[in-house]
């Protein structure tokens, strides 16, 4: 198959790769990451995943940290394939973004959560191994991701690694991994979801890593070139 060939023709061994990356990560502690916001009942999760890895790869080129706008992706990138508040893809808003050549700030354009009738390149890795969104997360900076967050597991979480053997990789919520580590022997992603700071721990969960792609948090990871 053509993925057989693509993993066929990398010179380093999976061993060797995960050797050269931190043991854990946060880029919180770096700056890269704004503070958490609350989607209310529109189904934006999307947009904030999206604009989540837009504020970090800018604090990384620019050296300036500032939140973009979510409600400019929910009224705007409607024709390329995103669907406002009922849905959407975060590799459909980074080709908004760049058709737009650019986003608007936060501050410029604020969340109503609602759609209101106004009106580089890309690159996205369709991965099922989670070393490779280790290796993104350690090299690239805060990576967009989906997952299934429709256990009520996941909606009460609080603390801890949050696992769940019912959690599927039929993907409905996109939210931005932050980070990785270990907590009293367990692998996890740091995820920062888009729910307010009342969710699971100041507005964050840690997901399992290492446990066959829980969640499917690796099936779908995406990022800007900027």
């Known amino acids: ?3 057989a060939m693509e993993e066929n023709r990398n010179p380093f061994s999976l061993n060797e790769l995960n050797a050269t990356l931190p043991v854990s990560l946060d880029w919180r502690e770096k700056g890269l990451v704004t503070e958490v916001k609350m989607q209310g009942s529109c ?27 979510p409600q400019n992706l929910v ?17 459909n ?15 410029a354009y604020p969340y109503t959560g609602m759609v ?8 996205e890795m369709k991965i099922v191994n989670e070393l490779v969104l280790k290796a993104a997360l350690a090299t690239i900076g805060p ?14 979480y609080r603390h801890g690694v949050y696992t769940d053997h019912k959690c599927s990789h039929d993907v409905n919520h996109g939210v931005l991994a932050v980070g990785y580590g270990n907590e009293r ?4 992603w740091l995820v920062k979801n888009s729910w307010g700071t009342n969710y699971g721990d100041e507005g964050y969960v840690k997901m399992a890593r290492n446990r066959d792609n829980h969640c499917g948090i690796a099936l779908y990871a995406c990022y800007p070139i900027m």
């Open 43 to 69: 189904g934006s999760c999307w947009a904030f995943s999206a604009v989540g890895a837009l504020e970090g790869q800018l604090k990384r080129s620019t050296g300036v940290l500032m939140s973009l706008s």
């Open 143 to 156: 990576i967009s991701v989906a997952i299934d967050a429709s256990r009520p597991k996941f909606i009460f």
């Open 185 to 188: 022997g367990h692998d996890y």
């Open 116 to 123: 209101s009738q106004m009106s580089n390149c890309i690159f």
């Open 93 to 107: 808003a980074f080709q908004y973004v760049i058709k737009n050549r650019g986003i608007d700030s936060d501050a």
């Open 75 to 91: 009224d705007c990138s409607r024709k390329y394939g995103n669907r406002g508040c009922d849905g959407g893809f975060m590799t």
């Open 1 to 3: 198959s053509l993925g």
